[in-house]
């Protein structure tokens, strides 16, 4: 090798790539000493112990959290011109232990410069659908009991800081002159405008107003997608004249060709919601939901309803408040369950009530928990059958639920109405199924597993292959595709799914041998 320095991000999936890149660098390496690695991403900020466990190398750095100021500091120590130990967020190896540097959050506003995108990278992105991701804030104010950020900031209760507005224009600029596709920008701040304390509002609004405002009055014709909390569309707490703001910011982002928004509802339970550190309830749901349909903003909703704390009225109340508010159709699925990160709160909480986990060594980040350690024996006998509902159609490569959002994200052609009504068929039908077999497992816990089977079993024959059938048949007779590459993809998203429903039967008998049952 002749480089100084290999640098890798690690984020949070790719560990098991990152870990045969290792094993590939340093088996190659002829010196200790050059080049140094330099690792950096949420899952080194959050599982360094465990990779220098595997990698106890002198030759190897971590960066914990932010490391614009560490990895510049970095460079000046390879050039001898400043001591290792003025180097912030590091964690090196060094005499046989891990030796850990101070921690501190760096600055964001002199940082004006976009970030540097190769071509090559812009033309990936370009062929593989053009979703651009970008930050404009960093930070989070909110105290979720699951997110890693308790791990990965020096303090959880980390102020937002705000990128000059000047950098998104800049980058906005680079982006506009490539020579490529429209390309659909998605914000990735932690924190947009979720915010609902008053003496910190107006600097979220007036972000906001500014990130908007750029985008219109900028050349850029594309789409904008972000994920925030659901409360950063209405909060009851608020004033009066701090909700009619909020309405109005949300007019403005609608205005800047918002695509969707993904909002993180993740229950419909106040206990729960309480178990997740969440300063929102029903209440503030069922407002956020109320204008979601009177501002007619597309968008998903992303729900952790099950968590191994979770009692039978819970997710009865759940169910039931989806129900009253008609909102099924907006979630992604109602079988994922809560993954315990390590270091969280809810870590913390788990072990203190005698939850059995097991880091996960294939990613380093999440624990992993039998069916049997649900606190509740009826939510413990319905877990089996949803993880290998949520498995088996996972396994298709394509998320059953994100057909509305693919349809919008490839922007399909919709004159023929039909054709639209067929495919979002699909979708819809499964978010139905997935409901009526955990109310049809509920109704009928502790009789015997075939009935219920069999059971799914009809539910799939009928429901979701007469809509797949239906869907295939009006996409090649009545579906009118631009790009000819977009309509084979989705045929082939299609035929996947459908050869997933031929084996899914199998997948339900053979559930008491499987590893689903055995974690």
Known sequence: ????????????????????????????????????????????SIAYNEIFQYFPRTDLFIVVGEGEESFSKILKHIDRKIDINSIPNLVRFSNGRIVKNYRKMPSLKDIIAPPYISDDIYKFINDNGGLI???????????CTFCFKHTFYTNSNDNIRYFPIERFKLTLKQILNKKHAHFTIKLTDQCLISDDNPERINSAFQHINDVTQTLATSSYKGKLVFETRIDSLYNQRESIEDQSLRSFYWEQIIKANLDYVVFGLESCCNTQLKRYGKSYNIETIEGAVKKIKTMSIPCQFNMIMLDPLMTIDELNYNLNEIERLQILEYITSLSKELRITKGTPYYHLAKKYGIKIALDRENLTFYKYSYKSY???????????????????????YRFAGIEMFLNFKNIDNRNEKAINNILYIPRAFK??????????????????????????????????????????????????????????????????????AYFSDMFVKIKTEDVLNE
């Open 1 to 44: 090798m002749t480089s100084d320095i290999v640098a890798i991000s690690i984020p949070i999936g790719a560990y098991q790539i990152a870990h045969k890149l290792l094993l590939s660098i340093f088996s190659y390496k002829k010196s200790k000493h050059e080049p140094l690695i330099v690792l950096g991403g949420n899952v080194p």
């Open 133 to 143: 991701y970008l930050e404009t804030s960093r930070g989070c104010y909110n105290n």
């Open 375 to 397: 606190i509740d024996p009826k939510i413990s006998y319905l877990i089996p059958y949803l993880r290998t509902f949520y498995k088996v159609f996972n396994d298709s490569g």
């Open 432 to 501: 139905n199924l997935e409901f009526s077999i955990i109310k049809y497992i509920l109704s009928n816990t502790g009789s015997k597993e075939l009935y219920i089977i069999n059971e799914v079993k009809w539910l799939i024959s009928n429901i979701v292959y007469s809509s797949i059938k239906s869907v295939q048949e009006s996409l090649l007779l009545d579906m009118y595709f631009e790009d000819k590459q977009i309509l084979k993809t989705f045929l082939k998203i299609l035929n996947d799914i459908s050869k997933n429903t």
